[in-house]
């Protein structure tokens, strides 16, 4: 993190989760990314590229497969990923969630456990599934991606999502932790008041 100290790091734009990564990486070794660096705000993943391959940006700040992407391209390569263990406390943390009210949950109970049962078959099907069928799969949802930044996809998404449907404490945790220290939400939720008994994990 030091070596990018002065350096511009594009960003999908102001008060994003991006955003705050850089803000959390340069807290942990006492720099400060509103002073040490400078923030580009760039949008889109395409834009993203585009500027890091004219050199308007030093280092990208966006999310998965992005590195993957620069790195077929020629332009790039992964240089910090959390989810990829490079982050101490941050291997394991809950990210992507969907949420509801109780309200929609008590009114639509049957949808909301269909909702549930096909995201785990998705996860489970993430780490059974034959590796080249993933790939195909990705092919097809990433439209225009090149195949060469899919490749290693397949193995990575097996370390970054966990094979049943379900929060820990801990991933919750170290993510209300990130959330603090970042300042992108004021008012945090505790894990009994957001998580349903049925999604706790031990």
Same mark, same amino acid.
């Given at each position: 993190m030091r070596a990018l100290r002065?350096?511009? /790091?594009?960003?999908?734009?102001?008060?994003?989760?991006? &955003? $705050?990564?850089?803000?959390y990486l340069f807290a942990k070794v006492g720099m400060d990314s509103a002073t040490d660096c400078e923030l580009v705000n760039l949008g889109s993943t395409a834009s993203? +590229? !585009?500027? *890091?391959?004219? !050199? #308007?940006?030093?280092? +990208?700040? @966006?999310?998965?497969? /992005?590195?993957?992407q620069a790195a077929a391209a020629g332009i790039g390569t992964r240089y910090i990923s959390p989810a990829a263990g490079d982050v101490p406390g941050l291997e394991r943390t809950a990210h992507g969630v969907v949420f509801t009210t109780q309200r929609i949950i008590d009114k639509k109970p049957k949808e909301v $456990?269909?909702?549930?049962?096909? +995201? &785990? #078959? $998705?996860?489970? @099907? /993430?780490?059974?599934?034959?590796?080249? &069928? /993933?790939? #195909? *799969?990705?092919t097809v949802y990433l439209k225009g991606i090149d195949p060469k930044a899919l490749t290693e996809l397949?193995?990575?998404m097996r370390t970054e999502i966990p094979e049943i449907i379900g929060f820990t404490r801990a991933s919750f945790d170290t993510a209300i932790a990130f959330h603090r220290a970042t300042g +992108?939400?004021?008012h945090l939720?505790?894990? &009994?008041?957001?998580?349903?008994?049925g999604l706790r994990t031990p």
């Open positions: 002065g350096k511009k /790091i594009g960003i999908t734009g102001p008060g994003s989760g991006t &955003e $705050a990564l850089v803000t993203a +590229l !585009g500027a *890091l391959k004219a !050199g #308007r940006v030093d280092a +990208l700040a @966006f999310f998965q497969p /992005i590195a993957q $456990a269909a909702f549930q049962a096909a +995201l &785990e #078959r $998705a996860q489970r @099907f /993430i780490h059974q599934a034959d590796p080249v &069928e /993933i790939t #195909r *799969l990705l397949p193995g990575l +992108l939400v004021k939720p505790a894990y &009994e008041k957001i998580v349903p008994p």
